[in-house]
């Protein structure tokens, strides 16, 4: 092999997420293609066009710039996590001489592919910017986006782009060029569920925003792309988080926690959780007080909330000696006709459980203040279907617990969770998303 073989040859081995040393002779001519990983559930994505690898392990809410193939009808083929198998496997059809992005989204089970010309867009008019949305964002809905100056209340203005619907584009609008806060709301609503800091938007240039889901029932994440000579983007965190609290202790009166020393959530029963609370990313003193004794702490802990995502933090134990667990909470919506359950053991004295459901062992050895892994049942999406759910001590045939006839909707996240002393055990059953 001559020198330039070789440097050719390692080059394209390094390139582990621009893999297009090869182009297949299916088409009329060269054109381009980027790629985003909006799969939450996938850590790493690979892209075959026919026999040609296009992307290698690219991981989740990463983007390529645009690689060179070969235009045609093309079959798109995405493995996810190593898997042998393709997660999606279609043809389409690519024009010669187009610059294009791929997004695959969707969790693993249900992963989808939209193909976009990047080539349809103007040259925008003297001191605006060309503007559109992408919604990838698996069960979140609609969404409008503002752009607005920083530290605008967008109660008093309307959206940039309106009710983008998952899977949908928007048309493309020519805002003026500025420095500006991005952010999205449900649709029809004010509920913020994306803000980022605030950035440039060149006059003259065009910008696609792409909307996607990390693992929250609300919140979401953004990639913005730019629509330029390379293909470059980034994606941008999303500045929110969302906690919520679930009150199984054994302390006398309601509880109050306050987040950084502020009062967050108010006279939280037993037992009882409280809804999410959307709070800023990173890290955070959480402060734990009875609603009969203002002022005197019960527990203090620290946790650190990543961008897009909900978690719970489970309070258990006397007011002397109280507990706060901390679980990630994984609320993207589960396959068709499924629903997604997992189980946590907050009996501060019990030890540990095998749980079951409907007589069949699902979960073994449970230990106190932790969560199993979501199991995935199926169930009616309308009326729901019952469920028993059984929890032995852990190794034995002995029951400590029966829930009957528990009803579980298809399409949603359950939390189950075993609380109370062993004298007094009881079941809660929790929605998540």
Request: hydrophobic share 40%; no cysteine.
């Given at each position: 092999m001559n020198s330039r073989l070789a440097v050719a040859f390692f080059s394209c081995l390094l390139a582990l997420t621009l893999a297009a040393c090869g182009k297949s002779g299916n088409g009329g001519g060269s054109t381009n293609i980027r790629v985003m990983n909006a799969i939450p559930d996938a850590a790493a994505i690979s892209l075959t066009l026919d026999t040609t690898s296009v992307v290698s392990n690219l991981p989740f809410q990463g983007l390529t710039e645009y690689i060179g193939v070969d235009s045609g009808n093309r079959e798109f083929k995405v493995s996810a996590n190593g898997g042998a198998s393709n997660a999606i496997d279609t043809t389409l059809g690519i024009a010669g001489n187009t610059n294009y992005t791929y997004i695959v989204y969707n969790p693993v089970a249900s992963a989808a592919g939209l193909l976009l010309s990047d080539s349809t867009f103007a040259t925008p008019n003297s001191g605006t910017f060309g503007f559109r949305v992408i919604n990838v964002a698996?069960?979140?809905?609609?969404?409008?986006?503002?752009?607005?100056?920083?530290?605008?209340?967008?109660?008093?203005?309307?959206?940039?782009?309106?009710?983008?619907?998952?899977?949908?584009?928007?048309?493309?609008?020519?805002?003026?060029?500025?420095?500006?806060?991005?952010?999205?709301?449900?649709?029809?609503?004010?509920?913020?569920?994306?803000?980022?800091?605030?950035?440039?938007?060149?006059?003259?240039?065009?910008?696609?925003?792409?909307?996607?889901?990390?693992?929250?029932?609300?919140?979401?994440?953004?990639?913005?792309?730019?629509?330029?000579?390379?293909?470059?983007?980034?994606?941008?965190?999303?500045?929110?988080?969302?906690?919520?609290?679930?009150?199984?202790?054994?302390?006398?009166?309601?509880?109050?926690?306050?987040?950084?020393?502020?009062?967050?959530?108010?006279?939280?029963?037993?037992?009882?959780?409280?809804?999410?609370?959307?709070?800023?990313?990173?890290?955070?003193?959480?402060?734990?007080q009875a609603t009969a004794t203002p002022g005197a702490n019960l527990l203090t802990l620290q946790a650190s909330l990543a961008a897009a995502t909900d978690t719970s933090i489970v309070l258990n134990g006397s007011a002397g000696a109280l507990v706060g667990t901390v679980l990630a909470d994984n609320n993207l919506p589960p396959p068709a006709g499924r629903a997604r359950l997992r189980f946590i053991n907050s009996s501060p004295d019990l030890g540990p459980v095998d749980v079951y459901i409907n007589f069949s062992k699902q979960v073994v050895g449970l230990s106190t203040n932790a969560a199993s892994v979501y199991n995935e049942v199926t169930a009616d999406t309308a009326l729901g279907t019952p469920f028993e759910f059984d929890f032995n001590i852990a190794g034995t045939t002995t029951p400590v617990l029966k829930l009957p006839n528990t009803t579980i909707v298809g399409g949603h996240t359950y939390s189950i969770y075993l609380i109370g002393l062993s004298t007094g055990l009881q079941g809660l059953v929790v929605k998540d998303d």
């Open positions: 698996a069960g979140i809905g609609l969404v409008d986006v503002y752009l607005t100056a920083p530290g605008t209340d967008i109660n008093s203005t309307s959206p940039t782009v309106s009710s983008v619907a998952v899977g949908g584009i928007s048309a493309v609008v020519g805002p003026n060029a500025a420095t500006l806060e991005l952010r999205v709301t449900a649709a029809g609503t004010k509920q913020v569920i994306y803000d980022t800091a605030a950035q440039g938007f060149t006059n003259g240039s065009n910008y696609e925003a792409v909307v996607y889901t990390v693992g929250s029932g609300t919140l979401v994440g953004m990639a913005m792309l730019n629509i330029d000579t390379n293909g470059t983007g980034q994606a941008n965190s999303n500045l929110l988080a969302n906690f919520k609290v679930l009150n199984a202790s054994q302390v006398a009166s309601p509880l109050n926690v306050l987040v950084d020393g502020n009062l967050t959530l108010s006279n939280v029963p037993y037992p009882a959780a409280s809804s999410y609370f959307t709070i800023g990313t990173g890290n955070h003193s959480f402060t734990v």
